[in-house]
Each structure stands twice: as structure tokens, then as C-alpha cells.
């Protein structure tokens, strides 16, 4: 689903399956788990538009140990979007050097471009739609940029969020998938906390979970905050009581 437009008749019913207590229930154990057992990283310290952007523009394709490094060099040669316009491509890359994905880096100085050309001092838009108007911003990183540094009520939904949300509300549907992926856009919006506040801690824990304990290679659901309203959880319970194990 876009998070621009209203919900197609399926996305209302996928959603409506799904009972208000037990999305506020999902939401308070994952809040208070990351609470307790986030990770320290850079880009969580600030509310810059700026830093936080540079960071979700790195951790596209990209493990989050590997990026530490690169983004506090890269935010020390370009500490704003201002010095990244007024660089030469060349300079830009060669901060960008070993990172990889190198349309990042040139989408990154073309978004800088337009940004200042538009206006003085350059600020990003708070909005997820404006920020998807520009240069190499998707819907995701749109929805991580509104909520990390403006804390606006935004869905985003990357595939650890994608594989979470799947196995907790909905282990039936194909991963990967187009349908899936647009029902599961929908049900992150209607999971969203009422604050901004409470909408940046939902998002990093959605994050934080799908990278640290429902991950790709191994469901941990013996130490996961959110087991007890986790569908896959339930199906694996019983199926090991049947003598039957997995996870999808
Ligand atoms: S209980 Fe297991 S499958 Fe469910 S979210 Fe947690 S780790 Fe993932």
C-alpha cells in the first residue's frame, strides 16, 4: 500500500482481522522490550533530518556494523545537506568509497541539489509524501525519515518489518509477495501508537526485532517480547506438541 492513499476494500478487511487490543497489546510488549534491549546506534541520538536520512540512505542493502563507521566519517566531510550540494559528484563517491550501491551516493547529492535550490536554510519535508517526491526516496525510507526525525505517525515497512509483521498477524501469507507486501503496509499503519513519540520507539522495535530476533535465518521466539501474540509462535507450538517443527 501507498502510504498516500486510502485503503483498497481487501487492505480494510485484512486489517479489521486483527483486533484494536491485540495491535495495542503488540505494540506496548514491543515498546517496552526495546526499551530495555535496543542497541546505542548514532542515528538513534539524533532528530536531524539530515544524519537520519544519510543513515537510512546506508542501511539500504547494507549491515548495520558496516555502516557505523562509514556514516560518522561521511557526516564529518558533509555535515549538512548544504555541504553535500555544494561538492563535486567525484567528492561525493569517494566518501561513498566501499559502502557500495553507488546510486545511493549520487541520489544523495541530487536530493541535496534540489533541496537547497528550493529554499534557505535547506530543510527536508516532514511529510512522507513530499519526502517520496524527492530524489531516491521510497516509500520506506520516506515513512523512517517523517517518523525517526520529525515523529510523525508513519508506517514503514522494509522486509525485516515485512517478515515481522507476517509472522505475527499473518504466517499464511506469501512472503515477498505484492499482495503481501501491500497488506502489510496497511496493518503497519492501523499498528501505529496514537504519538509521535510512541511511533518513533514502534518503528525502531519493529526494526530492532526483525534484526536482532525474528531474523531471517532463525526465528528466536524462546526469548521474543511479542510470543504470546505471535501467530507463527501459536502454529509452532502446536506443531511441536505434534512432534513437527519449523518456521516460515
Ligand atoms: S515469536 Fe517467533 S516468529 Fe513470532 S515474532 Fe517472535 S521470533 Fe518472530
Given at each position: 500500500m501507498s502510504p498516500a492513499r486510502a485503503p483498497r476494500p481487501d487492505e480494510r478487511r485484512f486489517v479489521a482481522r486483527v483486533a484494536p487490543e491485540r495491535r495495542r497489546d503488540f505494540s506496548r510488549r514491543l515498546r517496552r522490550w526495546f526499551d530495555r534491549a535496543s542497541r546505542d546506534l548514532p542515528w538513534r541520538r539524533t532528530r536531524d533530518p539530515y544524519r537520519i536520512l544519510v543513515s537510512e540512505l546506508m542501511l539500504q542493502q547494507t549491515q548495520v556494523d558496516r555502516v557505523v563507521g562509514f556514516y560518522e566519517r561521511f557526516l564529518d566531510r558533509f555535515p549538512s545537506l548544504e555541504h553535500v550540494a555544494a561538492a563535486p559528484p567525484t567528492r561525493v563517491l569517494e566518501a561513498w568509497d566501499g559502502l557500495g550501491y553507488y546510486a545511493r551516493a549520487r541520489n544523495l547529492r541530487a536530493l541535496a541539489v534540489q533541496v537547497v535550490a528550493e529554499g534557505s536554510p535547506a530543510r527536508l519535508p516532514e511529510e512522507p509524501e513530499a519526502l517520496r517526491a524527492l530524489p531516491g526516496v521510497g516509500p520506506y525510507t520516506a515513512g523512517a525519515v517523517a517518523s525517526f526525525a520529525f515523529e510523525r505517525r508513519a508506517p514503514l515497512v522494509d522486509t525485516n518489518v515485512e517478515r515481522v509483521l507476517r509472522r505475527v498477524f499473518a504466517p499464511r501469507l506469501v512472503p515477498k509477495a505484492p499482495r503481501t507486501h501491500r497488506l502489510l503496509w496497511a496493518l503497519a499503519e492501523a499498528l501505529?501508537?496514537?504519538?509521535?513519540?510512541?511511533?518513533?520507539?514502534?518503528?525502531?522495535?519493529?526494526?530492532?526485532?526483525?534484526?536482532?530476533?525474528?531474523?531471517?535465518?532463525v526465528a528466536h521466539c524462546e526469548r521474543c517480547p511479542v510470543r504470546a501474540c505471535c501467530d507463527t509462535a501459536r502454529a509452532q507450538g502446536k506443531r511441536s506438541r505434534a512432534g513437527v517443527a519449523g518456521a516460515g
Open positions: 501505529l501508537p496514537r504519538t509521535g513519540r510512541a511511533t518513533w520507539t514502534h518503528n525502531q522495535a519493529l526494526m530492532e526485532l526483525g534484526a536482532l530476533v525474528c531474523t531471517a535465518r
